[in-house]
């Protein structure tokens, strides 16, 4: 009996630590990202939220919310034109699309995945305390600001 109990138990911990682990790596809310030629990022969709980004205008100002988990959709941009990164107000690249430079992108609490397509991460405090604006790579027009809410 008892070990039956301490097996449910096992069972039980597993079953929660891994739906943990895999609620942290849904986005809670999504951009869906376009660019307008090399002029500006535009953001044609929200998922998950409301207001916080105008809509089809160029480099909207994000407005993000601490403890969230964000992902930005750029299956409609081609990235190798438009790799996407997130800075400081230092202009130091924080997260990175592309090649990997950015210098909170090993912090496990943010989580920061990207491919091609998609780039997610969780806005954790330390992010939020010095995230600034988002930036193409390549093109020095396509910048927006990104405010922070929830600190
Ligand atoms: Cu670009």
């Not at 138990?9 to 790596?25: C, D, E, I, K, S």
């Not at 107000?89 to 990997?100: F, K, R």
């Amino acid at each position: 009996m008892k070990i039956i109990l301490k097996r449910l138990l096992v069972f039980g911990l597993l079953y929660v630590a891994m739906g943990g682990l895999a609620l942290a790596q849904n986005p809670d809310i999504t951009f869906i990202m376009d660019n307008n030629r090399s002029d500006g990022w535009v953001v044609l969709d929200v998922a998950g939220a409301e207001g916080v980004a105008e809509l089809r205008v160029n480099n909207p100002t994000l407005t993000l919310e601490v403890g969230k988990r964000y992902s930005f959709d750029f299956s409609l941009v081609n990235n190798l034109f438009h790799p996407f990164d997130v800075r400081n107000q230092d202009n130091e690249v924080l997260l990175d699309q592309g090649i990997g430079r950015g210098s909170m992108e090993r912090d496990e609490a943010i989580a920061f995945e990207a491919d091609e397509d998609v780039v997610t991460f969780t806005l954790t405090p330390e992010l939020a305390a010095v995230i600034h604006n988002y930036q193409c790579v390549n093109h020095e027009m396509m910048v927006g600001l990104i405010v922070v809410t929830g600190m």
